[in-house]
């Protein structure tokens, strides 16, 4: 069982020289997958190597599209057992979960959040989905085996939730254009890491030009 969170230190107990020059990202960050084609690997490192394996979800963006509310982006996460997609908005450095989108023009931001609109520095406190979350700190990613394009896309934000009705406090990394990258699960006065990204990559080429909003060249 993973006792200490592989993906990223928390910035409260220290970094690197590089890491702390890395902290300065020069430009906003959307902290979820859009690029179409992109696929992501995710596994649970308290299971043996066997179901493991087994457990393994992958992520990928099947369509990103502009709208007048915002980027619609469309996901399809795989396991062994199935095959199901996701819609969402991304607005505004948040992210909103469509569930039963009509059509891209009448997406708008009225949708579960997923992350508020200003995440994560003008809005860093926020209730959804039936528990409370709040921005912990940026850290900067150790993912072995998960090549990150650009020096900037290292430094991403915990997020921690606590359940309003009871249940397991979590942690979330979230890293700039991926998204979820580490959980990690209070266990037995612990952090446990429950999921961690292991893979990423294109399964087709990129063909989305667009940056989502909140977005900035």
């Given at each position: 069982?993973?006792?200490?969170p592989?993906?990223?230190v ?7 020289p590089?890491?702390d020059q890395a902290?300065?990202p020069a430009r ?5 997958a859009w690029e179409e084609g992109l ?8 299971l ?7 457990h393994?979800?992958?992520?990928r963006?099947?369509?990103s599209?502009?709208?007048?509310a915002?980027?619609?982006?469309t996901?399809?996460?795989t396991?062994?057992?199935?095959q199901w ?12 979960l469509q ?5 891209a ?9 997923l992350?508020?609109e200003?995440f994560?520095d003008?809005?860093?406190r926020?209730?959804?989905?039936g528990?409370?979350?709040?921005v ?11 090549s990150?394009?650009?020096?900037d896309r ?8 606590t359940p309003?009705?009871?249940g397991p406090?979590?942690?979330t ?9 580490e959980?990690?699960t209070?266990?037995?006065g612990?952090w ?5 990204l292991?893979t ?6 990129p063909?989305?030009t667009h940056?989502p909003s909140g977005?900035?060249?």
């Open positions: 069982m993973k006792l200490a592989a993906a990223a928390l910035l409260l107990l220290g970094s690197s590089g890491c902290l300065r906003a960050r959307i902290y979820a696929t992501l690997g995710y596994e649970d490192p308290t043996e190597p066997g179901p493991r394996a087994q393994r979800q992958q992520v963006v099947k369509e599209r502009p709208t007048a915002g980027l619609a982006v996901k399809t996460f396991t062994l057992t199935g997609d996701t819609h969402v908005l991304q607005h505004d450095g948040g992210v909103f569930i039963e989108p009509t059509g023009a009448s997406l708008l931001p009225g949708g579960i959040p992350l508020p200003g994560p003008r809005v860093a926020w209730e959804s989905r528990a409370y979350h709040w912990v700190g940026r850290a900067c990613a150790d993912l072995p085996g998960v990150l394009p650009e020096p290292n430094v991403g934000v915990w997020v921690e939730s309003l009705e009871g406090r979590t942690r990394f979230y890293l700039p254009d991926i998204g979820e990258a959980t990690l209070w266990i037995q612990r446990v890491t429950t999921n961690i292991v990423r990559g294109f399964t087709d080429l063909t989305a940056k977005s900035a060249s």
